[in-house]
């Protein structure tokens, strides 16, 4: 059974940032360059690494308010980062896809961010994501434009909102 749990630093680190490099490099920077994967891929080009300092590096770059991983038999199989009205990231391992674990996690964290108050979520989807986005009820907010994070310069996103207050049609706010 795939459960859905806060993210433990000393624990997960190493697993989360394996899952992250694997599904982002897949995904997200399949039109890329070799050489511009490797620099958007930033520390997590390291992911497999035993070394300290990069397994440090990973540590770092992942820390933010809210992390939730979701777990089968004991493995990470996704990871959402995010902070008050933000989903900052998402990933879920390829082999997981299209279980409902995007949507779990998603709501879990929009539930906590209500629970602090937030009115509207934003977050930056990747271009492949924007169908998932949609279904669990953001809107496009604007225009397509490029990306700045993990490193990486001049992909593209899509900024997307929805708004979490009772009643309101997903989306419209904000
Ligand atoms: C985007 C992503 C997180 C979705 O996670 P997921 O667990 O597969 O999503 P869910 O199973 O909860 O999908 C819910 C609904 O979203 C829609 N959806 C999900 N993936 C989709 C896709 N690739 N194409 C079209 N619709 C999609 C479907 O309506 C789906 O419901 P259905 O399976 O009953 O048809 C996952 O594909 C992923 O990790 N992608 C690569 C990394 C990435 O792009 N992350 C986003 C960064 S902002």
């Known amino acids: 059974m795939i459960s859905i749990r806060d993210y433990d630093e000393q ?6 940032g394996i899952l992250i490099a694997e599904t982002y490099r897949k995904y997200d920077l399949d039109t890329a360059s070799p050489a511009e994967q490797e620099k958007y891929l930033g520390p997590f080009r390291y992911a497999w690494s035993e070394e300290q ?3 440090e590096a990973i540590v770092r770059i992942l820390r933010t308010e809210m992390m939730l991983v979701a777990e089968d038999k004991g493995q990470i199989v996704g990871v ?13 391992r390829e082999d ?7 949507s779990r996690l998603v709501e879990r964290c929009e539930q906590e961010c209500a629970r602090r108050g937030t009115k509207v979520m934003h977050l930056a989807a990747t271009l492949y994501a924007v169908p998932f986005y949609e279904a669990v009820g953001y809107k496009k907010s604007t225009g397509i434009r490029n990306y700045l994070g993990f490193g990486g310069r001049g992909l593209k996103y899509q900024p997307m909102k929805k708004d979490l207050r009772p009643g309101s049609a997903a989306g419209d706010g904000g």
């Open 11 to 16: 624990k997960d680190a190493q697993s989360v």
């Open 53 to 55: 300092p990069h397994r």
């Open 80 to 92: 959402l980062r995010g902070k008050p009205g933000r989903v900052q990231s998402l990933f879920v």
């Open 96 to 102: 997981y896809h299209r279980h409902g674990i995007g």
